[in-house]
């Protein structure tokens, strides 16, 4: 006569029921682990590929119904060795995968290392469909959270064969998965530093993210998940540095107003990671870059990016200096072609250098100090200049802006050295103002410099 087990089991191989897992499971959590597998003998070394198949299933299938602390550590290592075995069986891989895919939080060491290299050794990714391959990258996450003391262990060998894994990956669930992972690698394994190029190939190959959700989208994964995902790599180690600036260019150069803004915010968040060295080496060439994205801007939210991102980078170049030290490098080469534009302040050009200069402001202390102290008079000579009278509206304008960004930049700093950063220019400012003021063509600019003015902490006394 068979027993409730044996009959549970084959129930479920010619009815496929829910009820007989959950009978099963119930079984397994109360330790008889063995009798189900016994009752499965037959099915899991049958030679009808169908029934070997459906043995594994479900098995695995019990095994992820079962609750964690239903299973001993014995009763784990026996899994994690039969799991391993089934995934050199093409019939038997994918419910082996989902056997394993529940190990790896249970699992001791030793059997943390055996499941890698089995995965490793027998998954071949391109012959699997997204489903399994999740499962695969569920798998090796589950690892590194859990046993990443292991993998480490186990160096260039580990990171090598993971790069070998996830190439060619496209699907935008089981990239956020492979992502993670090798955010961690980046960030955690030593061994990462020899494996750059390999692990920039299985990143930028998907930067900048176009992916569009289908309709209907069971997931509810967007472009931008998966752009910070991309992010959390690309800013994740430095020695991407000299790999990511020709891309960022590229795209920057090349791309539609989505693409730019995306590479500019990456670029924000990837320049102090990357380091001062780097910047200082290619600031030319960012400047450039940038400077063509806010001069000439395809739109507005473009030109915010790229003025936020050349902060940024300004900030990285200068993050050594100290505030006493003279301002030199592209703050300063910046600055000087900038007030240079502002020789004609009635020009468009005119109002993206003040833009830059303004985005200055709100660096460093030491940059801001400078770029007042050059922008300042400069306006104020203009200004005061017979010739430029026509001029005045624009110039007040302009200086306007200056009188606003010096007030922002106040409220990010509590030094009392920066606490007036117009102290040495506020007579000469205010007279200006005022005669602006009482002129109607300068009335509006001038009323906003004195709103921008008055609104500054300290400002007038």
């Known amino acids: 006569m068979a027993s409730p087990i ?19 499971a119930v079984e397994v959590s109360q330790g008889r682990l063995l009798g189900v597998v016994k009752a499965l003998g037959q099915y899991l070394t049958s030679e009808d590929d169908n029934l070997r198949t459906k043995g594994v299933e479900f098995l695995s299938t019990v095994i992820v119904k079962c609750p964690p602390n239903a299973l001993n550590r014995q ?13 050199d069986d093409t019939e038997t891989i994918v419910p082996a995968l989902k056997g394993l895919a529940s190990l790896p939080a249970i699992c001791s060491d030793a059997d943390a290392e055996t499941i890698i290299q089995a995965v490793f050794t027998h998954v071949r990714m391109r012959a699997l469909v997204q489903s399994v391959r999740f499962s695969v990258f569920n798998i090796v996450d589950g690892l590194v959270k859990h046993h990443a003391a292991v993998l480490k262990s186990m160096k260039s060998d580990y990171i090598r064969r ?61 472009p931008d998940d998966l752009r910070a ?38 670029m924000a968040i990837c320049f102090p990671v990357y380091g001062p060295a780097l910047a200082r080496e290619n600031a030319r060439k960012l400047w450039n870059a940038l400077k063509l994205e806010i001069f000439q801007p395809t739109d507005g939210l473009t030109e915010a990016e790229a003025l936020t991102t050349l902060g940024t980078l300004v900030v990285t170049i200068h993050a050594d200096d100290t505030q006493d030290e003279e301002v030199q490098g592209l703050a300063r080469d910046a600055c000087e072609e900038c007030i240079a534009i502002l020789r004609e302040p009635e020009k468009s050009q005119a109002r993206a250098a003040i833009k830059v200069l303004c985005a200055f402001m709100a660096t460093t202390p030491s940059i801001s100090k400078y770029t007042l102290a050059n922008v300042v008079p400069h306006l104020l000579k203009l200004f005061n200049d017979p010739r430029e009278v ?28 920066a606490a007036l950063p117009l102290a040495p220019y506020k007579d000469d400012v205010l007279g200006a103002l ?25 400002a007038v006394v």
């Open 229 to 266: 995902a991309l992010r959390g790599c690309l800013n994740a180690h430095s020695g991407f540095g000299p790999i990511a600036i020709p891309i960022f260019l590229e795209k920057l150069a090349a791309g539609s107003p989505a693409i730019k803004r995306d590479t500019l915010q990456t």
């Open 390 to 417: 026509p001029a005045r509206p624009s110039i007040l304008l302009l200086l306007s802006d200056v009188i606003a960004a010096a007030r922002d930049s106040l409220r990010s700093k509590t030094n009392v050295e």
């Open 75 to 87: 009763s784990v290592k026996v899994l994690s060795t039969f799991f391993c075995d089934k995934l």
């Open 434 to 458: 005022v005669s602006g003021v009482l002129a109607a063509p300068t009335t509006r600019p001038a009323l906003a410099g004195l709103t921008g003015l008055v609104s500054t902490s300290g």
């Open 162 to 222: 993971y790069i070998a894994l996830a190439d060619g990956e496209k699907d935008p669930r089981n990239l956020l998965v492979a992502f993670n992972v090798a955010r961690t690698i980046l960030l955690e394994f030593d061994s990462a530093a020899d494996h750059v190029e390999g692990l920039s190939n299985i990143l930028f190959c998907y930067f900048p993210i176009t992916f569009r959700p289908p309709a209907n989208d069971p997931y509810g994964i967007t």
């Open 6 to 24: 044996d009959q549970i089991v084959t129930n479920w191989i010619v009815s496929g029921r829910e009820e007989d897992v959950d009978a099963a």
